[in-house]
């Protein structure tokens, strides 16, 4: 009996997608040709996987036996593979995924160590949302992703790296309002002033959500916004608060004139940030020599905005003069 590694993952895509097209896609091989790998691999079993109908296929029960059999040994393939691939650490291709909350404040100064370290490791960054980033995991297609907590998937194992605290940014006139008559500053204070959040799927936006008490519908919450760039911009412009993350907050406020800082009373609001892998991956030498990198670099980050948002303090960039409408807008 000869079977191969390349007939059974042409059989789980198969399976996975029940249609020879759309299967011939995944594999990047014609459809004939992948016809007739399935062909020769019912011969060299002598059983049928797969009924074939008009449109799309649907396994037999011998097909879900073999496909339960197949998915253990290309899981084991691909494990033996990753061992020998991170035998002496980081080394060679490492594909990483990264949430768009916390990628470009980051980015660059991890890239820029990894390259001190091994001007030869070639990295490949997906930048996207959590569950997108989780799927790719569990696929194969990415090593590892930087996200918050809480993950929520099995089958990870997660490294915490740092806590990235949250800071309320306003205009100078709403944290001034905001702060009349209040003993201390806390999430639930905002129960009352419009609070705008990115658009779903971020998972900033549910911990803002969690964080502050406040529900979907709430009238005063407008999700839209896609960055954190773009959250920032309107709310320097007097259209609301959001909640900022440390690790933004240097970079943000040179990007936004006129958006000010103010840290919550303690205990403050934060997010735990963490790298996730396999559980299945055996060797841990380049997932911990990677962490330390992030590690290193998001300290420097939360260093910096703890630095200079003491307490309540705000940092920020002188505004041009603006005209009546701009203050109405920022206390309406």
Known sequence: MNITLRQLSYFKALAEQRNFG?????????????????????????????????????????????????????????????????QGGLAGRLSLGIIPTIAPYILPGVLEALRSRDISLDVQVREAKTDQLIADIQSGQLDAAILARPVGAEGLRERLLFEDRFLLAGTAVRLAVLGQGAEAL???????????????????????????????????????????????????????????PEIAAATEVRAAPGIHLRRFDPPEPARQIVLVRRQSTQDEVWFEKL????????????????????????????APQRAQADIYRDTH
């Open 22 to 86: 759309r299967a011939a896609e995944v594999v990047n091989i014609s459809q004939p040709a992948l016809s007739v790998q399935i062909k020769e691999l019912e011969t060299t079993l002598g059983q049928k996987l797969v009924e074939r109908r008009a449109r799309d296929v649907v396994l037999t029960p011998f097909g879900r036996l073999i496909l339960a059999h197949a998915q253990r040994v290309l899981d084991e393939m691909q494990a033996l593979s990753e061992a020998a691939r991170w």
């Open 186 to 244: 806390r999430p639930t204070s905002l129960a009352h002033s419009p609070l705008l959040l990115l658009e779903e799927g971020h998972c900033l936006t549910d911990q803002a959500l969690e964080v502050c008490g406040r529900g979907r519908g709430h009238a005063q919450i407008d999700m839209g916004a896609s960055s954190l760039g773009t959250l920032s911009r309107l709310v320097a412009a007097g259209f609301g608060l959001t909640l900022m």
């Open 291 to 318: 962490a330390e990198v992030l590690e290193t670099v998001g300290a420097a980050l939360i260093a910096l905005a703890r630095a200079e948002v003491p307490e309540t303090t705000a940092i920020t960039r002188p």
